[in-house]
């Protein structure tokens, strides 16, 4: 009987006479259960983290590429051909060079 209680002991050492569970062995349970908890529910808060920075980073990416939308339309109005000639004429007084100004090279 002895050698069959010394096996018990060896298979289950946090069992006791009665055949129940220790108290230190449910704290390690719940122990673990609590770290597996925790880290389920921290890796959800930096999922959800992740896709608040996700979502930032295109609201600035749409904000961006409407900026350059614009600043190429502004280009493009800038570099009209009718806007620099209004602005040599009216700013800058020239006119056209006469017919004998002009020196054609070849």
Same mark, same amino acid.
């Given at each position: 009987?002895? #050698?069959?209680?010394?096996?018990?002991?060896?298979?289950? $050492?946090?069992?006791?006479?009665?055949?129940?569970?220790?108290?230190?062995?449910?704290?390690?349970?719940?122990?673990?259960?609590? #770290?597996?908890?925790?880290?389920?529910?921290?890796?959800?808060?930096?999922?959800?983290?992740?896709?608040?920075?996700?979502?930032?980073?295109?609201?600035?990416?749409?904000?961006?590429?409407?900026?350059?939308?614009?600043?190429?339309?502004?280009?493009?109005?800038?570099?009209? $051909?009718?806007?620099?000639?209004?602005?040599?004429?009216?700013?800058?007084?020239?006119?056209?060079?006469?017919?004998?100004?002009?020196?054609?090279?070849?």
């Amino acid at each position: 009987m002895q #050698a069959v209680e010394v096996l018990k002991q060896r298979i289950h $050492p946090q069992e006791d006479a009665s055949g129940r569970i220790g108290y230190s062995t449910w704290i390690f349970i719940a122990s673990i259960l609590m #770290a597996v908890a925790l880290l389920y529910v921290w890796s959800h808060i930096h999922m959800t983290e992740l896709e608040y920075q996700i979502a930032r980073e295109l609201s600035s990416r749409e904000q961006i590429a409407e900026e350059q939308t614009k600043l190429k339309v502004e280009l493009a109005t800038l570099k009209s $051909p009718r806007r620099i000639e209004t602005i040599a004429r009216e700013k800058l007084q020239m006119t056209y060079p006469e017919r004998k100004q002009v020196i054609v090279l070849k």
